[in-house]
C-alpha cells in the first residue's frame, strides 16, 4: 500500500484519547486502529505479532540471514490523536504541487502565509491538510503510517540487510499515559526511535521535564446584595492565582530551552472553580522551582482566603531524556547519518514537549525522536508534507541497514 493511502486510511479512524478516563486505554475506539495494525502487521508477515490488554501493538522484522547478533532496533509511533480537537469524520485534503501560497481549508477559514510563513518551505511539496473542522492526525499517524510502510518495504525486499527490528504502537500519548503499562522487556529492543516530530530532519533527544498541576478551589458563596465581608467568589480566586503566576513565563512568550506555566484548562462558579496547568522547563532546577513557585503561590492565597480554600494536586509527567540518551551516542550519530544518506539536513534541537520515548528513556530503552513530517499539530491548521514522510520513511530504512552492518 502507498504511504498516502494507508495514511489516508489511518486517519479516518477516530482515536481521540480522552485525559478524563480512567480506563486504560482512555478511549475504546482506540482498539480500532490498534487492532487493524496487528491485523496489517501479520498480513505482511512479520512475526510475533501480538497485542496485549493495554493496547500495546507489537511486531517483529527478523534479522537478516547473519545478522542476528545486530543490536536489535524498534520503531515506535502512537495511535491517538489530541483530546484538544475533534478526530471524528477526518476530511483530509490533498494539494498535489503547492504553489506556496495561502490555503482555503474552507468558504469562511483560511491558514495565510503571513500567520504560518513556515508555509514557504513547502513549495513544490504534496500537502494534505484538513478541511478546517477537525485535526487531521498526523500527530502521530504520520509516524504510524510510515513505520508501516517501512516494514512493508522490508519485508518485501530481502535483499537489504538488517538486524532484528521491533515496531510497536502505543495508545494515550497524547494524554501523557501513553507507556504506563509498556513492558521495555517483552519490546525487547537494545535501543529505539519515536516517529513523531514534525518539520523535516527534526532529530530530538532532549526533551522539557514535565507536571502538571489542577487547583481546586472552594468559594463561599452569599447573596451578592449582602455578601461584604462574607462571600469568596471563586472565580476572583482562580483569576488572582493566575496574575500570580509569572506573565512573561507563559508559551506564547517562550521559545529554545525556556519553559513555562501553561494554564490548560478553566472552570468555575462563585461557589467552586477548577484551575489547570501543564508546567515544563529543560533545566531540572528551573523545573523544580517553578513547582515549588506553584505551591508557593496556593499557600499565599490560603493565607489570604483561608486554608483549604485552595487544595493544590501536583503530578510529575516525564522528565528529560538527554541524560539517558548521551551515554549511547551511536543512536544520535546513526539517526543522523541515515537523514544524510536520504538527503536530509539533520536538525538537532530540544522538543518542547514530550514524547513516549522521554519516559522510555528513563526505563531503560533510549528512545530519541525523529520526524514525521506533520506542523501545526492539536488544531484545524495542521497539515503534513507527504514529501517530508517519505523522507522519514527512508530515514527507517537506512537506520535498519546501519544498526545491521
Not at 482555503?104 to 513549495?123: D, G, H, K
Not at 540487510?161 to 525487547?188: C, L, N, Q, S
Request: net charge negative; proline share 4%.
Amino acid at each position: 500500500m502507498e504511504l498516502k493511502d494507508r495514511f489516508l486510511k489511518y486517519v479516518a479512524i477516530d482515536t481521540q484519547s480522552d485525559e478524563n478516563s480512567e480506563s486504560f486505554p482512555s478511549s475504546a475506539k482506540e482498539w480500532d486502529l490498534l487492532n487493524l495494525l496487528v491485523e496489517e502487521m501479520k498480513a505482511l508477515g512479520l512475526e510475533d505479532v501480538s497485542i496485549d490488554k493495554y493496547g500495546y501493538a507489537m511486531g517483529t522484522i527478523p534479522a537478516s540471514k547473519g545478522k542476528e547478533n545486530a543490536p536489535v532496533i524498534g520503531f515506535l509511533a502512537h495511535v491517538d490523536t489530541s483530546p484538544d480537537m475533534s478526530g471524528k469524520d477526518v476530511h483530509p485534503r490533498i494539494i498535489e504541487e503547492y504553489d506556496g501560497g495561502d490555503i482555503v481549508l474552507n468558504p469562511s477559514l483560511t491558514m495565510r502565509v503571513a500567520e504560518f510563513p513556515e508555509l514557504s518551505r513547502f513549495v513544490g511539496h504534496t500537502l494534505i491538510h484538513t478541511d478546517g473542522t477537525t485535526l487531521l492526525g498526523a500527530d502521530d499517524k504520520a509516524g504510524v503510517a510510515e513505520i508501516m510502510t517501512a516494514a512493508e518495504y522490508l519485508m518485501s525486499h530481502p535483499e537489504v540487510e538488517h538486524g532484528k527490528i521491533r515496531i510497536g504502537f502505543t495508545p494515550d500519548e497524547e494524554i501523557g499515559r501513553g507507556v504506563d503499562f509498556f513492558d521495555v522487556k517483552a519490546f525487547g529492543a537494545d535501543f529505539a526511535y519515536t516517529m513523531d516530530g514534525g518539520y523535516e530532519g527534526e532529530l530530538e533527544y532532549e526533551n522539557f521535564n514535565a507536571a502538571s498541576a489542577k487547583i481546586a478551589i472552594q468559594g463561599r458563596n452569599v447573596h451578592p446584595g449582602y455578601a461584604k465581608h462574607k462571600m469568596i467568589n471563586a472565580i476572583d480566586v482562580a483569576c488572582e492565582l493566575n496574575s500570580l503566576v509569572p506573565a512573561v513565563e507563559r508559551p506564547q512568550y517562550t521559545e529554545g530551552y525556556e519553559g513555562f506555566y501553561h494554564c490548560v484548562g478553566f472552570t468555575g462558579t462563585v461557589e467552586e472553580a477548577q484551575v489547570s496547568y501543564i508546567i515544563r522547563d529543560h533545566d531540572a532546577e528551573k523545573f523544580e522551582a517553578k513547582k515549588v513557585w506553584m505551591h508557593n503561590i496556593v499557600g499565599i492565597l490560603n493565607n489570604k482566603y483561608g486554608e483549604g480554600v485552595l487544595k493544590l494536586t501536583l503530578k510529575d509527567q516525564y522528565y528529560n531524556m538527554r541524560k539517558m540518551v548521551e551515554p549511547h551516542p551511536q543512536v544520535i550519530e546513526l539517526a543522523k547519518q541515515a537523514m544524510v544518506e536520504a538527503d536530509v539536513t539533520p536538525i538537532v534541537r530540544p522538543i518542547r514537549g514530550g514524547t513516549d520515548g522521554a519516559r522510555l528513556s528513563f526505563m531503560g530503552l533510549p528512545c530519541p525522536n525523529i520526524f514525521a513530517g506533520g506542523m501545526n499539530f492539536h488544531g484545524k491548521f495542521e497539515y503534513c508534507s507527504l514529501d517530508s514522510m517519505e523522507k522519514a520513511v527512508k530515514v527507517i530504512i537506512n537506520l535498519c541497514k546501519l544498526w545491521g552492518k
